[in-house]
Nanobody, 114 residues
Framework: QVQLQESGPGLVKPSQTLSVVCTVTGDSITTAVSGWSWIRQPPGKGLEWIGHIHSSNGKTDVNPSLKSRTSISRDTSKNQIFLQLTSVIPEDTAVYYC?????WGQGTQVTVSS
């Protein structure tokens, strides 16, 4: 059974970099059907797609509204997916989720505040 586990810093100060990790068990991040997405949900708002990394080649697609600040990468030896968001602002406060088709992690809350 595929399981996704996000982990993050909890609290990040404005202008700093947010880093979140998704650890995958039960499937390989290089061969899984579809790829791996990062999605977030700000408080009181809907889900926002951040970006995606393809399983086969590691290429990424990123939401144009976040592209200048977003980096998605992976460590195939650890079966992990990474999200980095630079120059964070309070509006980046959200629960950050890792997703593959119908599989979701439990999410990790990240708050941007001084």
């Amino acid at each position: 059974q595929v399981q996704l586990q996000e982990s993050g810093p909890g609290l990040v100060k404005p202008s700093q970099t947010l880093s979140v990790v998704c650890t995958v068990t039960g499937d390989s991040i290089t061969t899984a059907v579809s790829g791996w997405s990062w999605i977030r949900q700000p408080p009181g708002k809907g889900l926002e797609w951040i970006g995606h990394i393809h399983s086969s080649n590691g290429k990424t697609d990123v939401n144009p509204s976040l592209k200048s600040r977003t980096s998605i990468s992976r460590d195939t030896s650890k079966n992990q997916i990474f999200l980095q968001l630079t120059s964070v602002i309070p509006e980046d406060t959200a629960v950050y989720y890792c997703n593959n088709l119908n599989y979701w992690g439990q999410g990790t809350q990240v708050t941007v505040s001084s």
